[in-house]
């Protein structure tokens, strides 16, 4: 595979562009990772919007992508050995990017390896646990009588942001500059108030991860990145 037109997914999400990287996404937490950090480095790219239907991502364009069917996914016809790159999962999509741009990775392999580390820890722990939570909160979920299933995830979510507040402590980023870290796991922390649990996690007994969620929507990239590719009109 040499170019973007040769891919099947094409001739559903047609490229305008097809020198430049391709994003299918939908602005989900793990979708936006991928347009913040876009946006964040400054790469062109056309985002093209893959919505979480069946008909969207179990169509045999996208199943051609990620076999995984789901968003985001990216087709980079410019990699580094010149040929395309097709990929899927936000985490490694993220780290492709940084090494890519050499931006939001550190300096040092030690840096590196401390901000892989920690989406990882995103990857392992906040997306999942915050996610079931949200299930057995907002969504079909919460019709189970059954309390365990909800608590189970509750108490693992409230764990989870204890280690981040700890993390946070004397930082202004995750590790200490900002970084892919920081793109994977903020927009999860924000999906909370979408998920109608912050209550449940008692957010306000995390001053630290309150003010770094502030300080990351701020930033104008991930204002840009959170609403793109943008979703469609109701």
């Known amino acids: 595979m040499t170019t973007v037109t040769d891919h099947p997914i094409n001739s559903r999400w047609a490229a305008d562009d097809a020198t ?16 913040i950090m876009l946006e964040e480095t400054g790469l062109p ?11 969207d991502v179990k169509s045999p364009e996208f199943l051609a992508l990620n076999p995984n069917n789901k968003i985001p996914a990216i087709i980079d016809p410019n990699a580094p050995d010149g040929e395309a790159v097709t990929l899927f999962e936000s985490g490694a999509i993220l780290i492709y990017l940084a090494e890519k741009t050499g931006k939001l990775i550190g300096n040092t392999p030690a ?3 401390q901000a892989i ?5 995103q990857m392992g722990g906040v997306g999942p646990m915050f996610g079931q939570l949200g299930y057995f909160t907002k969504f079909a979920g919460a019709e189970i009588e059954d309390p365990r299933p909800r608590e189970r995830f509750r108490v693992e979510a409230k764990r989870l942001l204890s280690v981040l507040e700890k993390q946070l402590e004397g930082r202004e980023w995750i590790t200490g500059s900002y970084s892919i ?11 909370l108030e979408y998920y109608q649990t912050k209550e449940l996690v008692g957010w306000a007994e995390y001053p630290n991860v309150n003010a770094y969620l502030e300080r990351f929507l701020a930033r104008p990239a991930v204002q840009a990145g959170m609403n793109i590719p943008p979703r469609p009109e109701a």
């Open 117 to 121: 580390q920690w989406v990882m820890f």
């Open 45 to 55: 790219y056309e985002a093209h919007l893959v919505t979480l239907s069946d008909a």
């Open 20 to 35: 430049v990287l391709q994003l299918y996404s939908f602005p989900t937490p793990n979708g936006v990772k991928v347009s």
């Open 111 to 113: 840096e590196k390896y």
């Open 181 to 191: 870290a920081d793109i994977a796991i903020a927009p999860w922390l924000n999906a």
